[in-house]
C-alpha cells in the first residue's frame, strides 16, 4: 500500500466543495438544518485516531513498557487510516461547499448559524485527516539501523 498524498485529499476537498456548493444553491431554502452532532462525533474519531497512532509507534519502536504489535493489526490501522484520510477529506469537502454557500447569505440568521456549524465540522474533519496521516505514518516499518549506517 502506497502512502497517502496530502495534494490528492487536498483536490477532494475542493471538488467535493464546489460540487457541493453548485449542488445545493437552488434548493438551500428547501433543507433541513445542519446539525451540530457532526463536530463532537468526527472530533472524537480523530483523537481515537490521534491515540491509537502514538500507541502504535511506541509499540512498533518497540518502546520500554510496551508489548510488540501484531502484524496483522497494523495491516488493519494502515488501512483504517488511508480510509479515514479519503472519507475526512469527502466529508470535509461537503461542509467546505455548505459553508461556501452560507458564507454569501450571512446577514440572515439562520444560515449564519450554519456557516459555523459547517466551519467547525469542517475543522473537525481537517483535523481527522490529520490524525489518519499521523496514524498512517506510525504504521511505517522502522528502517533497520544497519542500512543506514554510511559504507
Do not use: N
Not at 97 to 102: E, K, N, V, W
Not at 125 to 145: Q, S, T, W
Amino acid at each position: 500500500m502506497k502512502p497517502t498524498h496530502i495534494g490528492h485529499l487536498v483536490g477532494i476537498v475542493v471538488v467535493v466543495a464546489l460540487l457541493t456548493w453548485a449542488a445545493i444553491r437552488p434548493f438551500y431554502s428547501d433543507l433541513p438544518l445542519m446539525p451540530w452532532t457532526a463536530i463532537p462525533t468526527v472530533l472524537l474519531l480523530a483523537l481515537g485516531e490521534g491515540y491509537s497512532a502514538w500507541v502504535t509507534k511506541a509499540r512498533i519502536a518497540r518502546k520500554p513498557d510496551t508489548k510488540p504489535v501484531e502484524p496483522l493489526a497494523v495491516a488493519r490501522l494502515a488501512a483504517l487510516a488511508k480510509a479515514s484520510a479519503y472519507a475526512g477529506a469527502v466529508f470535509g469537502g461537503v461542509f467546505a461547499g455548505f459553508a461556501l454557500h452560507t458564507v454569501q447569505i450571512l446577514d440572515r440568521e439562520t444560515p449564519r448559524g450554519e456557516f459555523f456549524v459547517a466551519m467547525g465540522s469542517f475543522v473537525a474533519c481537517a483535523l481527522l485527516v490529520a490524525a489518519a496521516l499521523y496514524l498512517e505514518h506510525a504504521c511505517r516499518i522502522p528502517k533497520d539501523p544497519e542500512e543506514q549506517k554510511p559504507r
